[in-house]
C-alpha cells in the first residue's frame, strides 16, 4: 500500500453514489439502495492512482462501513428534497 495515498486520501477523486434497486430510496428504505464507490469522472487520474484507491477501499473496507451508516445518509435524501432549488431560490 502507498503511504501517500492513504496519508493524502481520494477526497474528490473517489466519490460515493447509491445505487436505488426501488423507488423507496427516495423515502430513505435502507433496503431500497445501496452504497458504491466511483470515479469522479472530473477527476485527474492515472493507473496507479485509481489501483491505490481500490486497494484503500478494500483494505479498510469502507463499502460495508457506509452501508453501516445509512441513517446519515437518509437525511442527506430527505434534505435534499425539502432544501431542493425551488426552496432555495424562493423570495423571503
Known amino acids: 500500500m502507498n503511504v501517500r495515498t492513504f496519508i493524502e486520501g481520494f477526497s474528490e477523486d473517489i466519490l460515493f453514489s447509491i445505487a436505488p434497486k426501488n423507488i ?27 489501483k491505490e484507491a481500490i486497494r484503500n477501499i478494500t483494505i479498510f473496507k469502507l463499502s460495508g462501513l457506509y452501508n453501516m451508516h ?3 445518509i437518509n437525511e442527506i435524501i430527505q434534505k435534499a428534497q425539502i432544501y431542493n432549488e425551488d426552496y432555495i431560490k424562493r423570495p423571503l
Open 70 to 72: 445509512k441513517d446519515y
Open 24 to 50: 423507496d430510496f427516495v423515502n430513505g428504505k435502507n433496503g431500497a439502495y445501496r452504497v458504491k464507490f466511483k470515479k469522479n469522472q472530473l477527476g485527474t487520474w492515472d493507473d496507479k492512482k485509481i
